[in-house]
C-alpha cells in the first residue's frame, strides 16, 4: 500500500500541518466547555489576567491543565500504540495489553481501601507503580522460554496477567462498595479535575521516554523485517526490545497514571498516520505524537459537550470513534 | 477413453483479475496428469477450482458426467480427494486421529467406525508406511513423514480421482522421490487418476503420463512428456533458455537450464550420454 | 493398535470409535465432580458432616439439615456446574472454530452483548422484575452475536476476521457497559458491577430449571457435531473437500456456542477465564479429538466453577464473596502456570 505522502518534502509538510492543527485544536479545547469563552477573553487571559474574572480563573487552571494533559496522553498512547504493534508484529495491538491498565486500577483500590490514600498526586504514582508492575510481570513472561517475547506469548502473558489483577480488583469493589465509586473515573478514563500538579511530576519520565522513542526509529525498522534478519544485521535484538518496553511502560503507565483507562488512541493513531507516511517508523513515532494529541483533544472536547451539563468520560469517547474504525481495518485485513 | 475430469470453457479469476480463460480440458482416467508452468500461472487456481474449492466465473467442470455445480459437495468428496499446498494439522493431533478424518464422506451419525473404515484405514496406513508411527503428533514428525500422513488422510477417502497441490514442496530429494513414486504406485495398481501441481519440471517429465503447461490463462500444450516437452516449449511456458537431454535412467525429457555459473563444458564433452 | 476400543452393531449399522485414555478419564473426572459435591455441600457458616449429606442424598437424612442443603446450597452448586459446563464448553467450540487457543467467549464479544444487555437493564429498568434478567442477557448474547456475525461476513466467514471483529464488538460493548456504570446512579453502579463480577449467589432451583434445557439441548448437539468441529480444525479448503459444508456448519456451531454462553452468563453473571482454561487443561488430558474434549472439558469446567464458588463462600465467612473473583483468582495463576511449562512449544 502506497503511503499517501510519499515524497519527504510531503511528509514534513504534514508534520508542519500536524503541529497548526494541534494548536488550533488546543485553542479550541482552551474556548470550549460548559462555559464558551470567545476568543478574545483567552488571549487576554494569560496577557492581561484579571483575578476577579471567572473565566480568566477557569482558562489558566482547568482548560489550561485539562488541554494539556490531554494533549500529552494522546501523544504518549499513540507512540505507545505504535511501538507495541512494532514489539507484537500485531496491527491490533495497544498498550492495554501489556496488562499495564489493569495493573494501575488495581494498585489504584488496593491503595484507597487498604491504605486510605485520597490525595491524587499519591494515587497517580501508585497507579503508575501498578501499571509498571503488570508489564514487567508481562515482559517476565513473555520472555520464558525459546522464542523470547514472540507476539503470541506476549498477548498470552498480557491475558493471564491482566485477569490475575481484574480478579483482585473486583473482589476488593465487590467488598468495598464506596470505593467503587471513587474509582470510577478510572475505568472511564478523565481528563478532568486534574491540575497541572498531577501532571508535573511525571513529565520527566514521560518526555525522556518520548525522546528516546523518536531515536528508536531507525532499530525499530530493522525489527521489523523480521528478527533473524535483525541479528543478521547485526542488531542487539533483546536490548532493543526491552527498550521499546520501557518506553511503552513510561509512556502507557503514565497515561494510565493520570488519565485513566483510555482505550483505542494507542490502536487507531497508528494505523491512521501508517496510511499516510508508510511503514517508516523514523515517520511514524512523530507523526503519532501530533496526531495522538490532536485526537484525543478532539475527543475531550466532544465529550465535553455531547451530553452537557454532564460529562461523558474520555474512553467511552474514544471506543465510539474507535470501534466503527477497528471493525474497518479487520475487515480488510 | 472418457475423461473422469473435465472443464468447459473455464474462466477463473479472484476479483476482476482473470487467472484462467476459457479453458477446455480433458484429465484422461486412469492416468497421472501433471500441471506445469511459471510462478502465478494460474495452474493452483485450475487444480482448487477442479476440486470445487473455487467457484469459476464462466464455464462448467464436469465428474465423471455429471456437472460439479449440480453435485452436493459430499458427494464429489466421495469421487474427489484434494490434498491443498501446505497443510498445517492442529497441535497435538496424532497420525491416525488425521487420517481418520479421511472417512467423514463415508461416515455419518451413527456409523461413525465402520468395519470398511477400519480396513482402508489400515490399508492406507500401509501404503504409506505409516502404521508405526501412528500415535505419533503430526507436527513432530519430519517433513517427508507429515506429509505421507496427509496423503494418508486424501486416500484414505477411497476416491477414484485424487488430487495434489504441490506435494512435494520444502521436502528433500529423497522424500521428493520416495512421494511420488507412492503415487505412481497407486495410480499403476489401483488404477486411480492423479493430477499433480509440480513445480519440478524435470520430475513432471519422470512421473507423467500427461503433462499440461499452463501460460497467459491457457493451455499452451498437452501431452506425453516425450512430445511435448521441447526447448521451445521451455523457452515460452518458463521463459528460460535450456537443452533438452534425455534422462539416462528413465528415457524421459530432462531440462539442463541456460545460465551462470561453472564453465560449460564445450559440445564435445556434454555431460549427458544419449 | 490397543489404544482405542471399538463399538460395533451385529450387521455393523452402528459404530463408534473411543479412544481408552477417555474412558478412563471421564468416571474419574465424574468421581472428582462428586467428590467436590459433597465437600462443598457440607462446608459452610454450617458444616455439616459428609456422611450426613451422603445419608441425605440417599433418602435416609435425619431431615435437619434439608433446609441447607436443598434449598441453600444443592442448587446453587447445581447452577455453578451448569454454568461451568456451558462455558467450558462453548469455550472449546469457538477455540475449534477460530482455530485460536486463546479464543473463548469473552474474547470475541458474546459475553459482552449480554452484559451490555444486562447492566442496561439493572441501571434503566430496575423497576422491571429481576426474573426477566436472564432472557435479556442471552437476547444480548445474541444481538451481539448476530452484529459480529454480520460484520465479519464477506463472502463468507474466515476465523480471523470473526476474531478480529469479535474483539472490536467486545471492545464496544466494554466501553459501553463502563459508560453506563459510570454515569449510572450509585445504588445501580454496585449491583452491575457485581453482576459483572460473576456470582451464583442466591441461586435457587428456578433458575436451575430455566438453565437446564439450555444445557440438556446444546451439549448433546455438540457431541454430535464433534466430527465437523474436527474438520473446521484442519483448514477450509481440507474440510471443503472432504465434503462438509464449511459456512453452514460455522454458523450452526457459532449458534451453539453462543446460547451456551449466553444461558451461563444470563444465570452467572460474567465468569469469565472458564471457557479460556477449561478445554486447555482437557487438551492436556486427553489429547485433540473433540468426540473427547467436549465431556471432559465440560467437566473440568464445571468444576472449576463449583470450588470458586465454594471457596468464595467460606473462605472469606461471615462474606459472601462472587464466584468470579475466585474463577479468575485462580484461573489465572494457573494459566500463568500453563505458559511456563508450555514455554518451549
Known sequence: MNPLLS????????????????GLVFTLSMALGQIQTPFKTLVEAFTNYNPYSTEHIIITTTRISRSSIAMLIGASLAVAGALMQALTRNPLASPSIFGINAGALFFVVFATVFLSINSLVQLMWIAFLGGAIAAVMVFFLGTLGKDSL?????????????????SFTQGLLVLDEQSLEGVLFWLGGSVSGRSIDMLLPILPFMATAGIVALFLGNSINILTTGEDIAKGLGQQVLLVKILMGIVIILLAGGSVAVGGSIGFIGLIVPHLVRSFVGIDYRWIIPYCAVYGGILLLLADVVARLVIIPEEMPIGVMTAIIGVPFFIFIARRA | MMSILQTNNLTLGYGDTIIIDELDLKIPTGEITIFVGANGCGKSTLLRSLARL??????????????????????????????????IAPEGLTVLQLVKQGRYPHQSWLKQWSREDEQVVNQVLEATKMKELVDRNVNSLSGGQRQRAWIAMSLA???????????????????????LDLLFELNEVENRTVVMVLHDLNLACRY?????????????????????????????????????????????????????????????????AV | MDKYTILRSKYDKISFFLEKKTLIILPFLILMTLLLLIFGLSVGSTIIHPWSIIEHMLGKGTGDYTFIIETLRLPRMTLAFLVGVSLAVSGLILQGLVQNP????DIIGITGGAKVAAVSFITFFSAVSIKWLPIVAIIGAGIATFIIYILAWKKGITPIRLVLIGIGVEAGMGALVTMMIVLSPTYSTSEAYIWLTGSVYGSNWN??????????????ITILLSRRINLQEIGDDLALGLGSNVQLDRLILIFVSVALAGSAVAFAGGIGFVGLIAPHIARILVGRSFGSLAPVSALIGGSIVMLADIVARTVFLPLDLPAGVFVSGMGAPFFIFLLYKNRNI
Open chain 2, 208 to 272: 507423467a503420463h500427461n503433462i499440461v503447461a499452463i501460460k497467459d490463462k491457457k493451455i499452451y500444450a498437452q501431452g506425453r512428456p516425450e512430445d511435448i516437452v521441447t526447448s521451445e516449449l521451455v523457452r515460452h511456458v518458463f521463459n528460460m533458455e535450456c537443452e533438452i537431454a534425455v534422462d539416462s535412467l528413465f528415457g524421459t525429457p530432462l531440462c539442463i537450464p541456460h545460465g551462470k555459473g561453472r564453465k560449460v563444458k564445450n559440445r564435445k564433452n556434454k555431460a549427458i
Open chain 1, 150 to 166: 514472540s507476539p503470541i506469548k506476549i498477548v498470552l502473558a498480557g491475558a493471564a496477567i491482566t485477569a490475575f489483577f481484574s
Open chain 2, 54 to 87: 473455487l467457484k469459476p466465473k464462466s464455464g462448467q467442470i464436469l465428474l465423471e458426467g455429471d456437472r460439479v455445480s449440480n453435485l452436493s459437495t459430499k458427494e464429489v468428496a466421495k469421487r474427489l480427494a484434494i490434498l491443498p499446498q501446505g497443510p
Open chain 3, 102 to 105: 486463546l479464543a473463548s467467549p
Open chain 2, 157 to 179: 477417502q477411497k476416491t477414484e480421482i485424487i488430487l495434489l497441490d504441490e506435494p512435494t514442496t520444502y521436502l528433500d530429494l529423497a522424500n521428493q522421490i520416495e512421494i
Open chain 1, 7 to 22: 515524497k519527504r518534502r510531503l511528509k514534513i509538510g504534514g508534520l508542519l500541518m500536524g503541529f497548526c492543527i494541534l
Open chain 3, 207 to 220: 433458575d436451575v430449571f430455566s438453565m437446564l434445557p439450555w444445557v440438556l439441548i446444546f451439549i448433546p
